[in-house]
């Protein structure tokens, strides 16, 4: 199993951030919410650059969950159009911090533009290998799930007549971000302790670190505490403390 590599805490290859807290810090100050996204993708850029120099190689970042289309169409379409100028101008941030950029979620759902305009930003990163930032953008777990067995139908049209052929790695090859290891560590800002709808089969043991700090205030010291408290996590994956600390000691 891949996830008994990753034992005794260490440096954490995949985070996954749910970003939370934008329209309570506006709504703090009086502000119209957007103004918390907006700051929002400020704290975007600050911790791509943190994870990266911490030696993180899979950033998966929650920027619009498949449910935040209950909001009010005034704020989804902000949303939008923030996502679109962020996308197109950092993207060439990233190509100089040598971070590939990657899309995880329906696209399907987003204007044409914004399609192209993804397309475009993940080609131009496509040799980047110091760090995978994905952005997960419509996306949510469940939807997730239900892709990889149409995906596994689609591609494997024989599992109909033979479902014992269906195993966890064949579903974790048909997941969205095929490219990306098992989540370690899942930190969640603005002081929830929910999913909401995130990852969830590949963050079946994932640490969740839940910080009170809102996501526009969030910033390299908030991550390095994250990085801190993971480090001094013992990951068991359904064995004994005693028996992970034998292991420890093999090494
Ligand atoms: C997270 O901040 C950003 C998105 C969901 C797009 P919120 O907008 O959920 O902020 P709060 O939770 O209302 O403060
Ligand atoms: C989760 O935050 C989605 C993102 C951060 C993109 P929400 O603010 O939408 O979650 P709930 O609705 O409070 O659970
Ligand atoms: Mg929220």
Redesign the pocket.
């Known amino acids: 199993m891949s996830e008994t590599k990753q034992i005794g805490g260490g440096a954490p290859c995949h985070v996954a951030i749910i970003m ?5 810090w506006a709504q703090r100050r009086f502000m119209p919410r957007v103004e918390g996204h907006r700051r929002g993708v400020q704290s975007v850029r600050r911790v791509i650059e943190a994870a990266a120099k911490r030696g993180v190689r899979y950033l998966s970042l929650f920027a619009f969950s498949s449910e935040n289309w209950r909001r009010p169409p005034e704020e989804v379409s902000a949303l939008m159009k923030l996502f679109a100028t962020a996308l197109h101008k950092e993207a060439q941030a990233m190509l100089e911090h040598g971070v590939r950029l990657r899309v995880a979620g329906d696209l399907t759902a987003f204007s044409e533009e914004i399609q192209q305009s993804i397309r475009k930003s993940e080609a131009l990163t496509e040799h980047c290998d110091r760090m995978v930032l994905t952005v997960c953008a419509n996306y949510g777990g469940r939807w997730d799930v239900v892709e990889a067995f149409k995906n596994i139908l689609k591609r494997h049209p024989e599992v109909a007549a033979h479902p014992e052929r269906i195993t966890e790695s064949l579903i974790d090859e048909n997941l969205a971000f095929d490219w990306a290891p098992p989540v370690d560590l899942m930190i969640r800002t ?1 002081g ?1 302790q929910r999913i ?1 709808n995130f990852i969830l089969w590949q963050a079946a043991y994932a640490e969740l670190f839940a910080s009170p700090t809102l996501w526009p205030d969030f910033d390299e010291t908030d991550l390095e505490e994250a990085l801190n408290w993971y480090s001094r996590r013992e990951r068991r994956f359904g064995m004994t403390g005693e028996q992970i600390q034998a292991l420890g000691e093999d090494k």
């Open positions: 939370d807290g934008n329209g309570r603005g929830e909401s």
